[in-house]
């Protein structure tokens, strides 16, 4: 099984610059794939998602990028703010069907620094 | 705009005892799922519901925990003798159909078993 720990990663960056945050996936079947904001004590927050015919889509701020080659995914964050201070988690399923379980990953905390 | 509702915020047990955990998804929506959150840790699958049945549930999905959809609001996640390793958050997500894969989750219950 997979080693899980208390500590995330965490991703330190200041307030107006951009932030990258980096997800690799695991299932080669996965088509669908999202990112979540989880601030303290709530729950995940969908942020943006995208297909696996789309290796890239934009929304407010947010960026995300595809790579179905390496298995990656990447959500960069324009001019990042104080609010944006939270856990990131990517998530991936195979779309379609009654199931479409999500399979998140281990989460990353990103820190806004004034 | 709707979202996804769950009670109670909190909930601390005893071992042994049973526990019912409940949901109001989001009304046009048809798919139903629960998972949990150890803290810290990533958040994990435990079951997805469709068509009042289950459609597809993890390994920790045993026979202490059983789903329900007593009307045509509620969903409810009950766990009939809780362990201590039961203590975690727990979260209900719901999403629409026609292709919508977007999973939308609740602010969560907070569960300590002692």
């Known amino acids: 099984g997979e080693s899980v720990g208390l500590h995330l990663p965490t991703l330190s960056v200041q307030e107006g610059d951009n932030s990258i945050i980096n997800c690799a996936y695991s299932n080669s079947a996965s088509d669908y794939f999202i990112w979540y904001k989880q601030e303290s004590g709530k729950g995940p927050q969908f942020i943006i998602d995208i297909r696996s015919n789309m290796d890239k889509r934009q929304g407010q701020r947010v960026t995300v990028l595809l790579n179905k080659t390496v298995k990656h995914l990447s959500l960069q964050i324009a001019a990042t703010q104080p609010g944006d201070s939270a856990v990131y988690f990517c998530?991936?399923?195979?779309?379609?069907?009654?199931?479409?379980?999500?399979?998140f990953g281990k989460g990353i905390t990103l820190s806004v620094r004034p | 705009e709707p979202e996804v509702t769950q009670t109670p915020s909190h909930q601390v047990t005893q071992m042994g005892q049973e526990v019912i955990l409940r949901c109001v998804p989001i009304s046009n929506h048809l798919y139903f799922y629960w998972y949990r959150q150890i803290l810290g840790q990533k958040v994990e699958f435990l079951v997805s519901?469709?068509?009042?049945?289950?459609?597809?549930k993890s390994e920790i999905f045993d026979d202490q925990f059983s789903v329900e959809r007593p009307d045509g609001s509620n969903f409810t996640l009950k766990i009939r003798s809780t362990k201590l390793e039961d203590s975690a958050m727990y979260f209900c997500?719901?999403?629409?159909?026609?292709?919508?894969?977007?999973?939308?989750f609740g602010p969560g219950t907070r569960l300590l078993v002692l």
């Open positions: 519901f469709y068509n009042n049945e289950i459609s597809e």
């Open positions: 997500a719901s999403r629409e159909t026609g292709g919508k894969e977007t999973q939308y």
């Open positions: 998530a991936e399923n195979i779309s379609g069907g009654a199931n479409s379980k999500l399979t």
